[in-house]
């Protein structure tokens, strides 16, 4: 079981960084050094920019989920 929770932990970790990183940028940062600035003059919030929101959000608490059932594993040796 913990290594399930373990792997699981590491794909959303690295999962969390890429939906983060395609998030529009909000007055400069990393996601305008990836073009990020042209996408935003192409057009507004969209249904995407708002699915993308969703699946970060659902993604963070399956990740933090993780990290819980990892913590009481360890705290209590299953």
Not at 8 to 14: N, P
Not at 52 to 67: E, K, M, Q
């Amino acid at each position: 079981m913990t290594l399930l929770l373990t792997i699981l932990l590491v794909a959303t970790s690295f999962l969390l960084v890429i939906l983060v990183l395609l998030h529009k940028g909000r007055g400069g940062g990393l996601s305008d050094m990836f073009g990020g600035g042209v996408s935003s003059t192409l057009g507004g919030s969209s249904v995407a920019e708002r699915n993308l929101d969703r699946l970060t959000v659902g993604l963070g608490l399956v990740w933090s989920a993780c990290i819980v059932a990892l913590g009481l594993l360890y705290a209590y040796g299953a």
